[in-house]
């Protein structure tokens, strides 16, 4: 089993800067991919960065590519994502998910084992 706690959210004006963290546990040797969703009001969870946790490869949503950066601390065993220049189109609630099953799509929530609780980010216009 693999715990994922996030935190960082917040309110903050458009233009602003946030940074999410996602704090893993337990077995964290298999969280192959850590992945950053959000999900807003009356829409389907939509996919926003994803990293590896060994080659450091990531993957962005066309949204928010030169604008939020995902990274990882491998010894903390914590993604971060840093949000800048925040749009009020970015207000969601940001999950963090970790563990990719073996042939799914980075980008599709259903591929996921692992799934926090959520932090609420709210973009002010």
């Known amino acids: 089993q693999v715990q994922l706690v996030e935190s960082g959210g917040g309110l903050v004006q458009a233009g602003g800067s946030l940074r999410l963290s996602c704090a893993a546990s337990?077995?964290?040797?298999?969280?192959?991919?850590m992945g950053w969703f959000r999900q807003a009001p009356g829409k389907e969870r939509e996919f926003v960065a994803a990293?590896?946790?060994?080659?450091?490869?990531?993957y962005y949503t066309d949204s928010v590519k030169g604008r939020f950066t995902i990274s990882r601390d491998n010894a903390k065993n914590t993604a971060y994502l840093q949000m800048n220049s925040l749009k009020p189109e970015d207000t969601a609630v940001y999950y963090c998910?970790?563990?990719?099953?073996?042939?799914?799509?980075?980008?599709?929530?259903?591929?996921?084992?692992?799934w926090g609780q959520g932090t609420q980010v709210t973009v002010s216009s």
């Open positions: 337990g077995r964290t040797f298999s969280t192959n991919i």
């Open positions: 990293i590896t946790w060994s080659g450091g490869s990531t």
């Open positions: 998910a970790a563990e990719l099953r073996a042939g799914s799509n980075v980008r599709n929530p259903r591929g996921y084992d692992y």
